[in-house]
C-alpha cells in the first residue's frame, strides 16, 4: 500500500456517518441472520425443539401403547412413520425419544460445559500445581476412546447412582427418584458428561493462556481497565466465540452418544424410549422393515446436521473477520 | 532550552524477572536482570529518546514505568508521586495522564473490537464523556490521527499496519495524557508509512504539548524526534546526552560503535571507529565489571572487575566508561 492511501479511506464511504456504533454481538447477530444455511439449521432445530418439548401434545397415540392388530405397519394415514413389533406408533415413539435426546444432551452439554469453562479458566488463570493437576485429568480422560470410556462410567457408576436415588427417594419421598426411566439418565448424563468435559477444559485453557499474553489485555490495562473490564469486555469476547460454538457442536455429539450407549443396551432403558434403544431393537428387521430404523435414524440425522449448520455459521458470526460486507 | 519541572523522573530503577530454574529444585531459580539501576528524567514538553538492540531492557522500562511489570526495586516519580508505592486502584485514575503507543499493531488491537470502541475505551473506563460526547470525541480524535471517522465499526483486520498504529496512537491520545511513551511504535511498519507516523507523533506532540519517551532502536528517528537520548546496554544506561552532542560527540565506546553501524556515518568527522563484535550477553549472566567489557575494543584490566558509573563528561552529558576519567586515553 502506498503512502498517500494510507491516509485515505480505502474505499467511497461517507466522511460523515449516520449509523448507529455498532458492538461486537450487534454485528455477529447481524452476520448470523445472513447465514441460509445457519439460518435454516436453526429452523430445523427449533422446530424439532418444539416438537420434543410438546411431545404429549403432538404425539397421536400413546407412545407405550400396544396395538396388536397393526403389528408391523408400513407408514400409512393413521401410523405415519408405521408401527413396530408390538404395535406401537413409530411417530409418537420418535417423538418421545426427541423429547429424551434433546433433555439428555441439554444436561450433558451444560453439564460438560459448566465444568469445562470453570476448569479450564481456572486452571490458565491460576497456572503452577492447579494447572498441572487439571491438565494431567483431562489428558487422562482424553487419551481412552470416547465411547468405550462412557459405556465403562455407566456400567461402573450404575449402582452407585442406583444407591444414591433409592437414599434421597427414601429421604424425600419424591417419585422421580424411584422412576427407572429417570435412573438411566442420570447413569447416562453422568457417564457422557464424564468423558465430554475435558474437550471444552482444553479449549478454555489454551484460549486464555494465549490471550493473557496478547498485547490488547496489557493496552486496555495501561488505559486503566480494572480485572472485572478486561474480563467482559476482552477476555469474554475473545473466549466465548469457540466456547459457543463448541458448546453447539457437542450438544449434537451428546446426542449421537446418548443413542450410541442406548443402542449397546447401556443407555435408555426402556419403557424409556431412545432413538438408539429403537434402533437397535428393529436391527434384526432391517430388510423387511427398513423404516423402523430410517425414521429414528432420519430424525438424529437431521438434528446433528442442523446443529452443525448452526455451529458453522455462529463460527463465522463471531470472528469479524469472516465477515462479509 | 529552559528549565521545565520535570514530568516524570526514574530512580534506580531495577525491574528483575525469575528465570530459568537452575539444575536442581533446591538451588531456585536464576534472576533475569532486564533492568538494572536506571535513572533518567523527562522535563515538560521534552522527548527523550532510549535506544539500544533488541532485548536490552527498554521495552521493560516502558513497563515498569506504567506499572505494567512492576519494578524489583527504585522510584518511579510521575509528577512528583511515586508511582510503585501506589496500589492498583489509586493508580487507575492516573494513567489517564500517561498513555502507550505500543510495537506491534496488530497484537494490541482487540480483534473483537470495533476500533471505535478501541479508540473510545479510555473515555469510558475513566467515565469522561457521556455516551453523546463519546461519538464526537472518537470522530475528532480520528480525523486527529488521520483516519476517516466513518470508519468507526470496523474491526482492525479491515485495516493497514499503517491505520492500526493511527488507532493505536488516538487511543493512547483519547484521554488528553500529558505523558506518551512510544514504545518502538515504527520498528512493526514499512519504511514509507513509518516517515508518516513519524511525522504525525511530532506534528501531535507539538500540537499537545505532549511529554514524550520514544523507544526505539532506529538511530534516524530518535535524532529526528529527541531532545535527549539515553542509550541502553544490557539493562543498563551507559550514556546520556542532549541529542546533537551524542550524536556529534558519543563518548561510550558502545554508542559510538552504534552509530558507526548506521550506514553513512559522516556526523563522526571522519574518526575511525571500532566496529561492534560478538553477541550481547545473557541477561541471565552478565559479564563481571563493565557489561560491555566483552565486546568492547577499547577493553583494559579494570573493565573486567569494577562497574564504570555514569558520570558528567561535560554539562548534560553523562556516560559510563573508564576511559573517560582518564584523559591519556583520547577515544
Redesign the interface.
Known sequence: MSAEIDNQPTDSAPLWRTSKPRTFWSDAAHSFSRNYTGMLGLLIFVLLLLAAIFANQIAPYDYLAQDWNNLLKPPNANHLMGTDELGRDVFSRVLMGARTAFLVALCISTISTTIGLFAGALSALLGGWVDRVVVWIMDALLSFPSIWLAAFVSVVTRPTIDSLTSGLYASTGWAMFQDRVIFSYLVVIFAIGFVAWPYMGRLVRSQVLSLREKEFIEAARALGAGTRWVTIRHLIPNVLGSVIVTFTLSFGNAMLYESSLSFLGIGIQPPGASWGRMIFEALGRLRAQPYLIIMPGLTLSLVVLSLQFVGDALNDALNPRSHSR | MTTQPEVLSVHNLRTHFPGPALGLPWQGRTTVRAVDDVSFSISHGHTMGLVGESGCGKSTVA?SI?Q?VRPTSGQVLFEGIDLCKLK?KAL??L??QM??I?Q?PY????????I??TIG??LL??KLVNERDL?QRVADLMLMV?L??????R?P?EF?G??RQRV?IA?ALA?NPKFIIGDEPISAL?V??Q??IINLLRDLRARLNLTMLFISHDLRAVRYLSDEVAVMYLGKIVECAPTDLLFKQPAHPYTQALLNSVPKPRWVDGRQIAEIKGEVPSPLNPPSGCYFSTRCPHVMPRCKQEQPALVEVQAGHKAACFLLNDVSHPI
Do not use: C, V
Not at chain 2, 107 to 114: G, Y
Not at chain 2, 148 to 153: H, R, T, V
Open positions: 513497563r506504567l505494567l492498583p487507575a485514575p494513567r489517564k498513555q502507550i505500543f506491534d497484537a494490541s488491537l482487540d480483534p473483537r473490537a470495533t471505535g470502541f475505551e479510555g473506563i475513566h461519538r488521520g476517516n471517522p466513518a470508519f468507526e465499526n474491526y483486520h493497514s499503517g491505520q493505536g487511543r484521554t514499512d514509507s508509512i516517515a508518516q
